[in-house]
């Protein structure tokens, strides 16, 4: 996770130099690794992420590494970070991206409020046409949520593919408790396979936050939660309308129900959400579909 609502001074067991690039101060930690603020030989501010020092760099930590790499390369620059530069067969494998200046989705809501209006429409439209570049890569992100969106000077950028998986040639992955559980789909919960379908779940749970501060199914213990995401209906109080309405669709227990996230896409321009031209044209493209088929519009015949 890079969530940069503070920088912290490196610790001395933090290192100076990774390669090429200066380290100058830690940005955040998750699970697989640390990021850390550095630079290039140019000056240029990047974020650098490594893996943890105190894990175990073992061909499956280093497997994880790679697919991150492989995942976030093929990504296009969708409201999203670029990758610049890796190195996952050294003694520190690493990755760096574009630098994004700004607080993530989650501070920015803890410090400032929620968003609205067409701040609101724009968080929503520009996340979701990040996630139709990521799904048209074929990759799925999996972790999609407040913390992993940053507000950056040109708007929202998604960011963090550390459990990002390319899908089978099916076009899902397995799930394996991967996520983070206020914004976990049903099927992540039942370990069934995750897809498209479950990052659309995660969006539209994220965007419920920046409505109003909360997730749909609250928060708690995690067996709580859990119960809530599999059998409750979502909390929309405080999302206006058509908005509430797309997103109740995105948060069908059943994934088959779900839009993709073209189609959502599709649909926040039919309701009049301002975007940008590059936004509107991945909006009227059309993913292929098996056999010939194409994909209907939310609401279409």
């Known amino acids: 996770m890079i969530d940069q609502a503070d920088m912290l001074p490196l610790a ?14 830690r940005l955040g930690a998750g699970g697989q690794g640390v990021v850390y603020l550095g630079r290039d030989p ?14 175990l760099p073992g061909p499956q930590a280093r497997a994880r590494f790679a697919r991150e790499v492989e995942a976030a390369r093929s990504v296009p620059q969708a409201h999203t970070a670029a990758i610049l530069d890796a190195d996952v067969l050294g003694e520190r494998p690493y990755i760096v991206s574009e630098y994004v200046p700004g607080l993530s989705l989650q501070a920015t809501v803890e410090r400032n409020g929620v968003f609205t209006g067409n ?57 394996s408790m991967l996520g983070t559980p206020p914004y976990m789909a049903p099927e992540q919960l039942s370990e069934q396979p995750a897809g498209p379908h479950t990052d659309v779940f995660a969006w539209a749970a994220t965007v419920v936050f920046a409505a109003t501060g909360g997730p749909p199914f609250g928060q708690g213990p995690f067996p709580a ?3 809530r995401i599999l059998h409750a209906a979502p909390n929309l109080d405080g999302v206006p309308a058509p908005l509430r309405d797309v997103l109740a669709r995105c ?7 779900r839009p993709t996230s073209l189609q959502v896409l599709q649909s926040l321009i039919g309701h009049g959400t301002v975007v940008e031209p590059e936004v509107q ?3 009227l493209q059309r993913a292929p579909l098996p056999g010939g088929l194409t994909q209907r519009p939310i609401g279409g015949p």
């Not at 140019?42 to 894990?55: F, I, M, N, T």
């Not at 609101?120 to 992100?141: M, P």
């Not at 407040?146 to 929202?156: K, Q």
């Not at 948060?251 to 129900?257: H, Q, R, Y």
């Open 42 to 55: 140019s000056g240029r501010p990047v974020a650098v992420k490594v893996l943890r020092a105190d894990g």
């Open 119 to 175: 701040a609101l429409e724009r968080l929503a439209t520009h996340t979701i046409t990040a996630l139709a570049a990521i799904h048209g890569a074929r990759v799925v992100h999996r972790d999609f949520k407040p913390a992993n969106v940053l507000i950056g000077p040109d708007g929202p950028r998604v960011v963090d593919f550390g459990i990002a998986r390319a899908p089978e040639s099916d076009g899902h992955t397995t799930s």
């Open 12 to 25: 001395p067991e933090d290192p100076r130099q990774i390669s090429r690039y200066a380290v100058q101060a």
């Open 225 to 227: 939660v859990a119960h």
């Open 251 to 257: 948060l069908a227990k059943n994934p088959g129900e």
């Open 281 to 283: 044209r991945l909006a």
